[in-house]
Every structure is written in C-alpha cells, then in structure tokens.
C-alpha cells in the first residue's frame, strides 16, 4: 500500500497502477490530507482535506483506520444528509 501513494519534497506520487479498486490510500502533505481511490471502472478519484482537526487526528492516529476517523467527523459535524 506505501507505494501506491507517497510523499516527497516535490510532492505527492501517485501509482494508480498498482491500487486495488475501491480501497482509499491516503497522505499527509503540507498540512493537508490526501485520499485517492480507484473505483470499479478505473478512474482515479483524488481529495484534499484541510481541516485542521481531521489532519490532526490522521496524524495522531496510531494505525487507526482514517475512514473511520472520517465517519466519526461526519457523525459529529452533523455533515450527513
């Protein structure tokens, strides 16, 4: 899985070719997170999140699970809809 995505002083590497379909990679770049997933039909899907509580607590994680670190965020913001 730390191939597929990485991080250097140029900036974020992407290998979608070696990703498994539907399952999220994720980084910490510049205070910021990185997800990125390749769905069913081998698109590449990419999001930034700059939330300084969400980037705290993925770094603070200690192997946890990120999204379950998201989904408790959404739960907690009241973000569901």
Same mark, same amino acid.
Do not use: H, W
């Given at each position: 899985? $730390?191939?597929?995505? $990485?991080?250097?002083?140029?900036?974020? @590497?992407?290998?979608?070719?070696?990703?498994?379909?539907? @399952?999220? *990679? *994720?980084?910490?770049?510049?205070?910021?997170?990185?997800?990125?997933? @390749?769905?069913?039909?081998?698109? %590449?899907?990419?999001?930034?999140?700059?939330?300084?509580?969400?980037?705290?607590?993925?770094?603070?994680?200690?192997?946890?699970?990120? $999204? %379950?670190?998201?989904?408790? *965020?959404?739960? @907690?913001?009241?973000?569901?809809?």
């Amino acid at each position: 899985m $730390s191939d597929a995505i $990485s991080v250097n002083d140029d900036g974020v @590497k992407l290998k979608p070719e070696i990703m498994e379909k539907e @399952k999220l *990679y *994720y980084c910490t770049f510049k205070e910021k997170i990185i997800l990125a997933f @390749k769905d069913q039909q081998d698109f %590449l899907n990419c999001f930034e999140i700059e939330e300084a509580e969400i980037v705290n607590r993925v770094k603070s994680a200690d192997g946890k699970d990120v $999204s %379950l670190i998201l989904e408790e *965020y959404i739960e @907690k913001e009241n973000l569901k809809k």
